[in-house]
């Protein structure tokens, strides 16, 4: 994936995410959970950083996070994953035993629109959509949980959206859609890619401002002539 350079990361949304190397479950319990919570809590008090949304799940997490300067991704992000891998060796006594995460997280801009608002509800629906829950806001390691239920602690990891919610957001997040195979098409095709979630106009303007222009070309070979 390309590097985003730095003085291009601030005021944009991005969703960010990693999954555990070989996709083995790093969230084996609850107190596993638990102390990621904190651990999270910990780097925003030491990393200030806007946390839109997120959800956090047996082999990976996802969060929508909205940093005001250029370098406070990379320093919360490199906070939060090693130490995260630092204290999970230390727990599970497995220093020396390979790679806790797949590699660097992944992070892609996201558009302040309705694209934002599918994407929170594509975050927030995971637990639903993996068959963990019968509602979403039943999942106690998302902020949907923690808006609904979360003490007050938990709730002030939470800042607000740039973005309207819709009307009976709740509803939304639970039910399927009629394009909803379409639209998660479209996210996952972003992840894949690692390109901007937006529209066209959008997608193509904050590309060449990251310097991410090749995330929008299609792989594989050229076609001859070319």
């Known amino acids: 994936m390309a590097r985003i350079p730095r003085n291009a990361k601030g005021n944009i949304i991005y969703h960010v995410l990693n999954r555990a190397n070989g ?5 084996k319990k609850d107190k596993d959970y638990e102390a990621f919570l904190n651990l999270l809590m910990e780097t925003k008090e030491k990393y200030p950083m806007r946390i839109l ?26 906070f939060l ?5 630092q204290r999970y060796h230390a727990h599970y006594k497995t220093t020396g035993y390979g790679h806790l995460y797949q590699g660097r997280y ?14 929170c509800r594509y975050v927030e629906r995971n637990p639903l959509r993996a068959g963990l ?34 009307k009976n957001y709740l509803r939304w997040v639970n039910a399927l859609q009629k ?47 070319t």
């Not at 929508?64 to 991704?73: A, H, R, S």
């Not at 193509?204 to 076609?223: D, E, F, Q, V, Y």
């Open 179 to 225: 394009d909803e195979e379409e639209k998660l098409k479209s996210i996952r095709h972003s992840i894949q890619k690692g390109k901007p979630f937006g529209n066209d106009s959008w997608t193509t303007r904050i590309a060449k401002k990251l310097n991410i222009l090749s995330t929008l070309r299609n792989r594989g070979r050229p076609k001859k002539g």
């Open 133 to 166: 829950v019968k509602r979403a806001q039943d999942w106690r390691y998302s902020s949907l949980y923690i808006r609904q239920n979360g003490t007050k602690e938990q709730r002030e990891l939470l800042s607000k959206w740039p973005v309207q919610k819709t």
């Open 81 to 85: 994953t090693h130490t995260h891998t």
């Open 23 to 27: 996709r083995e479950k790093i969230f």
């Open 53 to 78: 949304s997120f959800c956090i799940m047996p082999n990976h997490w996802h969060f929508v996070l909205y940093p005001e300067k250029d370098d406070d991704l990379s320093r919360f992000m490199r």
């Open 106 to 119: 992944k992070s892609f801009p996201v558009e302040e629109d309705n694209h934002f608002l599918q994407l």
